[in-house]
């Protein structure tokens, strides 16, 4: 008696289920964003010492803080990847991925056009901007790794691993700058700063967190379709319907 | 017992890619090559003065290691990819930790042979003094070789099996290689100038921790990328 072997039968893959629309998370991000440049901008007043210049922090640091949301997701999206083996969480490591290497590069753009006239200079070899440069080039090598492998399995399985040794590298690149130099202030958060700020700075990091959760999702759903139109040409390429 | 056969088979590797290596010799000498020629270019492109020369010597050094050695890992992969010998050593029934002790090893022998041509080269070229003795500084290069061996064999598991291998091997390698760089760069230069801030001993104690972390991390991690 011969019974059936399944192939793989670890492998989880996606299907093309209608999803609900979510435009509105869109609408209501914007809106967030928007709510949060007036409260953060109008409500606050200059900075003793850098003036108008300080505003660039109500993006600048949520930028941060959601980039590294981003990249905590990356590393339990991969380990879950590794662990379960289901395909989705291989979809949420990269478009988690995407979206973290987005704004970890708004992070460094936004730091650098403030740092020309605080410090004097574009860019400074000092710990904290030193390890985020590091860690958006980790994060590029991941995507390119992603563009660079065809078979699906193979790319998940690579990119997982990839994703968990960048994450790791974060924590170790940070301490060994560290040691190397040190120039960036403490870091703005709500208890650094003065409680003028601190409306601002929270909306937006709320705001943010809304767009990151908006395109995370918007490009989850892009890479399900993308990933079950290439499972349906595969099964069209081995003669199934 | 079953440890006494897995240490077998890493010696077999490791012997296999080393014998390989020898009866070829062109990987190897050109890659030597390569490495004197980045020490060249590091001391046009600084200038003649020795005291720039001289400061500049370690960080040099060790981005001639770096690019020269980037080429052996994923030849070590391509050797087997060429003669499709990769799917044979992975239906051995064996661990496949073995597979990637024995790269290891067998690249960390080639990097420092490597090593042992261009730093005398390095020594010459960048009027290089030994400050605080010979010894410390050997320690510290066996372990920043281990460091990048380690990460070096493990990236170009699935660099040397996707397109674009030549680039994307470093574009996933030297981000993660900033840590060990940067330790081993300032132990060797803090040695070389006679490890006058004492921090020496520190950089190094730094670098080991690296080499453990990085060791352990890709010797699990291989298991997942090997079998795809």
Do not use: C
């Not at chain 1, 990269?94 to 605080?118: D, H, K, M």
């Not at chain 1, 968990?164 to 301490?175: E, R």
């Amino acid at each position: 008696m011969s019974t059936a072997i399944p192939i793989d039968t670890r492998r989880k893959t996606v299907t093309t289920a209608p999803a609900q629309s979510i435009e509105w998370l869109g609408i209501v991000a914007l809106l967030a964003v928007m709510t949060a440049q007036v409260l953060g901008v109008l409500n606050s007043p200059p900075d003793r010492d850098m003036g108008h210049l300080q505003k660039i922090m109500y993006v600048h640091v949520p930028a941060a803080w959601n980039a590294f949301i981003a990249f905590f997701a990356v590393a339990i999206a991969s380990l879950l990847y590794l662990w379960k083996g289901e395909e989705r969480y291989d979809l949420v490591a990269a478009s988690a991925a995407e979206v973290g290497t987005l704004f970890t590069g708004l992070t460094l753009a936004l730091g650098s056009i403030w740092g020309r006239p605080t410090w004097g200079v574009w860019w400074t070899w000092d710990p904290r901007l030193t390890s985020t440069a590091v860690l958006f080039i980790v994060f590029v090598g991941y995507l390119a790794l992603r563009s660079f492998v065809e078979d699906s399995d193979r790319r998940a399985q690579w990119s997982a691993a990839v994703g968990l040794l960048g994450a790791l590298n974060v924590p170790i690149v940070y301490m060994s700058v560290k040691w190397w130099r040190t120039l960036h202030q403490m870091q703005s958060s709500p208890s650094t700063v003065d409680p003028e700020f601190v409306v601002g700075l929270r909306t937006n990091g709320v705001a943010i967190l809304l767009v990151l959760i908006y395109f995370i999702t918007k490009r989850y759903r892009a890479a399900r379709m993308e990933r079950a139109a290439e499972h349906l040409a595969e099964r069209v390429a081995l003669g199934g319907a | 017992m079953a440890f006494a056969h897995d240490m077998r088979r890493v010696r077999a590797i490791v012997w296999k890619d080393l014998a390989s290596e020898r009866r070829s010799k062109a990987g190897f000498n050109a890659v030597a090559f390569l490495g004197v020629l980045i020490l060249l270019l590091f001391g046009f492109a600084l200038g003649p003065d020795t005291e720039a020369l001289r400061d500049a010597a370690a960080g040099a050094l060790w981005l001639a290691i770096l690019f020269a050695g980037v080429l052996a890992f994923n030849r070590s992969y391509q050797l087997e990819l060429d003669g499709a010998a990769l799917e044979p050593l992975l239906l051995y029934p064996a661990p496949r930790w073995t597979i990637f002790a024995g790269k290891f090893v067998a690249n960390l022998l080639f990097v420092l042979l490597l090593e042992l041509i261009i730093v005398p080269v390095a020594i010459v070229l960048f009027q290089v003094k030994s400050g605080a003795g010979w010894l410390p500084a050997i320690g510290v290069n066996l372990l920043g070789s281990v460091g990048f061996v380690a990460l070096g064999t493990f990236y170009a598991s699935m660099a040397s099996r996707s397109r674009a291998r030549e680039v994307l091997l470093p574009l996933l390698l030297f981000p993660m290689l900033v840590p060990v760089l940067l330790a081993a760069t300032e132990a060797s230069s803090s040695l070389l100038a006679g490890n006058p801030m004492r921090d020496a001993g520190a950089w190094a104690q730094l670098l080991a921790v690296f080499d453990v972390i990085f060791l352990v991390a890709s010797f699990l991690a291989f298991d997942h990328v090997i079998e795809v």
